[in-house]
């Protein structure tokens, strides 16, 4: 537990990520509108309550020693569990907002193209990003009211915040991708469940290079995830789609 002066200072370093990453859509002329962008941080925001609430169900107090708890605890309990709840609230975060997008261009009488568009795959990773951003508010404040560690505290928040914005990002891209890719989009899953499992074991180990190593796996991780949003996917072709309605370069 800390003193007050801890809290506002969390908020304020708290924000700072979320304001960088609405001025980069801005600046980059995403046609990603205000109001979407604070839902999909609610969204995010939203899966916080739910993993955790889950994360109480799957404690097994027999499992406590040993490899197979340290794998089940990390990988398992609150990596799996987090990107899953991130997964089902992205996919109704769509659903209810009608973010999916509809083949307009296309005519009645024509059949539905099941191939995945590059701006598609864009607004699900972008969506994704900010939902990330999102858990990881709740999150630190959840860190300031638990660490009695300052140092670990503000560890844990510099480095949570693009570790949940890079494992948003490859789910929110999986949830667009799931008809056209199953594949890929399944793979998405698992190399966020693996990034997140990563990171959390990292942490755990005595501070120092394990710690730096964490803070590198959030960092390049985060980086893939920009890098993906700016550039060409393999497998997704790029084509022209209705105005705004996606983020466009």
């Not at 109001?35 to 994360?55: E, K, M, N, S, W």
């Not at 630190?140 to 949570?160: M, W, Y």
């Not at 949940?164 to 199953?182: I, K, L, N, Y």
Request: charged share 15%.
């Amino acid at each position: 537990m800390h003193g007050s002066w801890i809290i506002p200072v969390i908020i304020l370093i708290s924000s700072i990520p979320v304001i960088a990453v609405y001025l980069w859509f801005h600046l980059a002329k995403y046609q990603f509108k205000l109001v979407r962008f604070l839902f999909a941080l609610l969204a995010g925001a939203a899966t916080f309550i739910p993993a955790l609430i889950l994360q109480q169900f799957l404690i097994i107090p027999s499992l406590t020693l040993g490899r197979t708890a340290l794998l089940y605890e990390f990988f398992v309990r609150i990596a799996f569990t987090e990107e899953m709840c991130r997964l089902l609230m992205i996919s109704i975060f769509y659903l209810a907002g009608n973010l999916i997008i509809k083949r307009n261009s296309v005519k009645p009488d024509e059949p539905v193209s099941q191939q995945l568009t590059f701006n598609e795959f864009k607004k699900g990773s972008a969506i994704g990003l900010v939902a990330g951003l999102g858990f990881a508010l709740l999150e630190s404040v959840r860190f300031t009211v638990s660490s009695l560690d300052t140092g670990i505290l503000f560890l844990r928040i510099f480095s949570a915040f693009p570790l949940h914005a890079s494992c948003g990002s490859r789910v929110g891209a999986a949830a667009v991708m799931f008809r056209s890719h199953p594949k890929q989009a399944l793979l998405r899953i698992i190399t966020a469940t693996a990034i997140h499992g990563v990171y959390n074991f990292m942490l755990e180990l005595p501070f120092g290079i394990p710690s730096i190593t964490a803070i590198l796996i959030a960092l390049s991780a985060f980086i893939t995830s920009v890098l993906n949003i700016r550039g060409v996917q393999f497998g997704i072709t790029e084509q022209k789609e209705v105005p705004n309605e996606t983020p466009e370069e």
